[in-house]
């Protein structure tokens, strides 16, 4: 596996792996990451690695999706370690820029995805959707990968990106394949997620309590319950389980993110933020006949 960390180095390898410009060489799926990997991660590049003839992974942390009170300069960065884990998965390439090399002095670009990016985590966080486009946008322009793959995980973020690859027409030779991976979760049934490393241990185990809660939240909505009453008593296992807050509990169409006031015949997602311990953490999961 090549590390490369330029541009032009980036640009070299990818000529390198793919034979000449005319992808030859084969299929390269791009997995987008901030690094601190977990079996989460690991599972895309899988996935990217069973679709594709090359994986490239990026690592980045990209400070314009964190707001001015988050965790940016905590948030765990461990390359060597990362680099490791893909080498051992067979990952081609690992793109690991330096900030200056993906935002150099003077850039002035801001791509925002309306509507997909405004509720949920776009309303607790503004600018954190319009960072997360600009930068994965930029990544697909650098890499050029033929599929990049998302996890469910981030379910708001997958939506934003399907929304700009609809919007701008990032076809072939860009991405013509947005692929979304299911969540994947601790024994206990917590996602699994770069942030849960900040959780002390009696919070770890109490955060087991969200997908349990939401899952029984599911159970009860898919057997008729009123939406309603259904979220309530989600909010209020989650807090009696010790979860300091709750930033949103929402029951909403999969494809749009608008609240649900009642099931229809397209799918829908149950979607939960709530803060423990310090830690923001988020979850979702289908709800309905149609799973989706
Ligand atoms: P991050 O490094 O947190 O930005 O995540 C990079 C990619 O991995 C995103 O597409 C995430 O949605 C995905 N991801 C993170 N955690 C999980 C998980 N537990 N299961 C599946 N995908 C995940």
Redesign the pocket.
């Known amino acids: 596996m090549q590390t490369v960390n330029t541009l032009h180095m980036l640009r070299t390898a990818l000529a390198q792996l793919c034979g000449q410009s005319d992808r030859a060489g084969g299929r390269i799926a791009l997995?987008?990451?901030?690094?601190?990997?977990?079996?989460?991660?690991l599972?895309?590049v899988r996935r990217a690695a069973a679709e594709a003839d090359h994986v490239v992974v990026s690592i980045f942390v990209n400070p314009k999706q964190f707001g001015a009170n988050e965790d940016l300069d905590a948030y765990p960065r461990q390359l060597a370690a990362d680099a490791a884990m893909l080498e051992a998965e067979g990952v081609a390439l690992l793109w690991a820029p330096t900030a200056e090399a993906m935002y150099p002095a003077g850039f002035a670009t801001n791509v925002s995805v309306a509507g997909v990016s405004d509720g949920l985590c776009g309303a607790a966080r503004p600018g954190h959707f319009d960072g997360v486009a600009t930068v994965v946008l930029k990544l697909f322009n650098q890499v050029t990968p033929d599929m990049a793959?998302?996890?469910?995980?981030?379910f708001q973020?997958?939506a934003v990106i399907r929304a700009m690859a609809r919007d701008l027409d990032l076809t072939r030779p860009h991405v013509d394949a947005i692929i979304g991976?299911?969540?994947?979760?601790e024994a206990d049934g917590l996602?699994?997620?770069?942030r849960n490393r900040y959780l002390l241990p009696e919070h770890r185990t109490a955060a087991a309590s969200l997908p349990r809660a939401m899952r029984t939240a599911v159970a009860a909505i898919e057997s008729g319950a009123a939406i309603g009453e259904a979220l309530g008593q989600l909010e209020d296992e989650i807090l009696a389980a010790g979860f300091s807050s709750i930033d949103y509990v929402t029951l909403a169409d999969s494809r749009s993110l608008a609240p649900l006031i009642a099931l229809g015949s397209d799918p829908a997602r149950l979607l939960v933020a709530a803060r423990i311990g310090g830690t923001r953490l988020i979850d979702n999961m289908a709800v309905g006949p149609a799973r989706g």
């Open positions: 997995v987008p990451t901030m690094g601190a990997l977990h079996e989460g991660h599972t895309l793959f998302f996890g469910e995980k981030d973020q997958l991976v299911p969540t994947v979760r996602a699994m997620s770069s």
